[in-house]
Nanobody, 122 residues
Framework: QVQLVESGGGLVQAGGSLRLSCTASGRTFSSYSMGWFRQAPGKGRELVAVIRRSGGSTYYADSVKGRFTVSRDNAKNTVYLQMNSLKAEDTAVYYC???????????????WGQGTQVTVST
């Protein structure tokens, strides 16, 4: 079992920045690829970014490329999502998730955090 706890969400103006953190406990953090998904009101859960176990490979949704950066610190059991140039359409609940595979599909992810709200005002 892996427990995931997100933090860092909040209210920010359009064009601003936020950094989300997700700290894991339980099984070996470095065994998992880590993903960030988001879900806006009335919409399905969508991939934002994924980072491989070692941090050597990443994947981003087209909608966030060039604005968001995913990183991890295996010594701290933590994955980060740096979000810059935020837009109103980035408003959503953001979820941290873990998988033993490197995947863009939410169905491949076994463990999920409780989510953190990000609201971008215009």
């Amino acid at each position: 079992q892996v427990q995931l706890v997100e933090s860092g969400g909040g209210l920010v103006q359009a064009g601003g920045s936020l950094r989300l953190s997700c700290t894991a406990s339980g099984r070996t953090f470095s065994s998992y690829s880590m993903g960030w998904f988001r879900q806006a009101p009335g919409k399905g859960r969508e991939l934002v970014a994924v980072i491989r176990r070692s941090g050597g490979s990443t994947y981003y949704a087209d909608s966030v490329k060039g604005r968001f950066t995913v990183s991890r610190d295996n010594a701290k059991n933590t994955v980060y999502l740096q979000m810059n140039s935020l837009k109103a359409e980035d408003t959503a609940v953001y979820y941290c998730t873990a998988t033993e595979r490197f995947s863009s599909s939410l169905y491949e992810y076994d463990y999920w955090g409780q989510g953190t709200q990000v609201t971008v005002s215009t």
